[in-house]
């Protein structure tokens, strides 16, 4: 590419363009069913999802309802159906989804309003496999050392936010029943493998009942949906394989 070909695609880049959002609504005081709704905005091409869901906020419609707080990828808490994909808003750019967005809340938990779903049955699945570090041991006035190929082991799934694109684009969890879901495997997962835990036991138990593991039919779509790239698949099999073999 030439300088002025670059300069041009560079230019085009910071031009404000006019972007679609067809945004899936339900608000339980006034509507009877989910319904549609258009908007048009101004956004750069380089703006993001949340900022185009701003732009509709606090110009055209405040009565329209998400969850965000850190809008960079940190807090979890904006995941929605993009274009059919569950993604953060605030780290998916228009120019990777395009100007024309459909906007859905993400499926498997119960909406509250618009694009807020009830995270409450998802952290009760998250509470149930201890997401905690288990050791009663007196470690004296030393730390809990741990090589580098101990850390190794879980280093993927501490990269977890919570934000629940894993469990809600999976077809087991959307089948709704006692399900835990990918991300409270993967929160297990974390501690399972922690050589400084020690209820790794206690953990695969749980994940052995009727709704762990063993439900997961390795689909494959919570790997494609987690915004930090964690291995989700990967981790529930190595939480299965650990099962089988009776150790961590
Ligand atoms: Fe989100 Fe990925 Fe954690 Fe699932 S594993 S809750 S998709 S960060
Ligand atoms: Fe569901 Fe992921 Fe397993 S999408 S079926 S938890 S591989
Ligand atoms: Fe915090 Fe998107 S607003 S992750």
């Given at each position: 590419m030439t300088t002025t070909q670059t300069q041009a695609s560079t230019d085009a880049l910071m031009q404000e363009v006019d972007v679609h959002l067809v945004v899936r609504r339900f608000d339980p005081e006034v509507d009877s069913r989910p319904r549609w709704q258009e908007y048009t905005v101004q956004q750069k091409p380089t703006d993001t999802v949340l900022a185009a869901l701003h732009t509709v906020k606090w110009t055209?419609?405040?009565?329209?309802s998400f969850r965000r707080s850190?809008?960079?990828?940190?807090?979890?808490s904006d995941a929605m159906l993009i274009n059919g994909r569950n993604r953060l808003s605030c780290v998916t750019l228009i120019k990777d989804v395009g100007t024309e967005l459909r906007i859905e809340p993400v499926r498997g938990l119960p909406v509250?309003?618009?694009?807020?779903?009830?995270?409450e049955p998802f952290f009760a699945q998250y509470r149930q496999v201890m997401p905690w570090l288990v050791n009663d041991d007196d470690p004296g006035f030393r730390e809990r050392r741990q090589s580098p190929e101990e850390r190794a082991r879980f280093d993927d799934t501490?990269?977890?936010?919570?934000?629940g694109a894993c469990s809600t684009s999976c077809p087991v969890y959307w089948a709704g029943g006692d399900y835990l879901g990918p991300a409270a495997i993967v929160a297990a997962h974390r501690f399972i493998f922690?050589?400084?835990?020690?209820?790794a036991a206690e953990r695969l138990d749980i994940l052995n009942q009727?709704?762990?593991?063993?439900?997961?039919?390795?689909?494959?779509n919570c790997t494609d949906a987690c915004p930090r790239s964690i291995a989700v698949t990967e981790a529930i099999e190595e939480v299965k394989r650990a099962i089988v073999a009776d150790r961590v």
């Amino acid at each position: 590419m030439t300088t002025t070909q670059t300069q041009a695609s560079t230019d085009a880049l910071m031009q404000e363009v006019d972007v679609h959002l067809v945004v899936r609504r339900f608000d339980p005081e006034v509507d009877s069913r989910p319904r549609w709704q258009e908007y048009t905005v101004q956004q750069k091409p380089t703006d993001t999802v949340l900022a185009a869901l701003h732009t509709v906020k606090w110009t055209q419609d405040g009565s329209l309802s998400f969850r965000r707080s850190c809008a960079h990828g940190v807090c979890g808490s904006d995941a929605m159906l993009i274009n059919g994909r569950n993604r953060l808003s605030c780290v998916t750019l228009i120019k990777d989804v395009g100007t024309e967005l459909r906007i859905e809340p993400v499926r498997g938990l119960p909406v509250i309003k618009d694009l807020i779903v009830d995270m409450e049955p998802f952290f009760a699945q998250y509470r149930q496999v201890m997401p905690w570090l288990v050791n009663d041991d007196d470690p004296g006035f030393r730390e809990r050392r741990q090589s580098p190929e101990e850390r190794a082991r879980f280093d993927d799934t501490t990269k977890c936010i919570l934000c629940g694109a894993c469990s809600t684009s999976c077809p087991v969890y959307w089948a709704g029943g006692d399900y835990l879901g990918p991300a409270a495997i993967v929160a297990a997962h974390r501690f399972i493998f922690d050589s400084r835990d020690r209820a790794a036991a206690e953990r695969l138990d749980i994940l052995n009942q009727r709704g762990g593991v063993w439900r997961c039919r390795t689909s494959f779509n919570c790997t494609d949906a987690c915004p930090r790239s964690i291995a989700v698949t990967e981790a529930i099999e190595e939480v299965k394989r650990a099962i089988v073999a009776d150790r961590v």
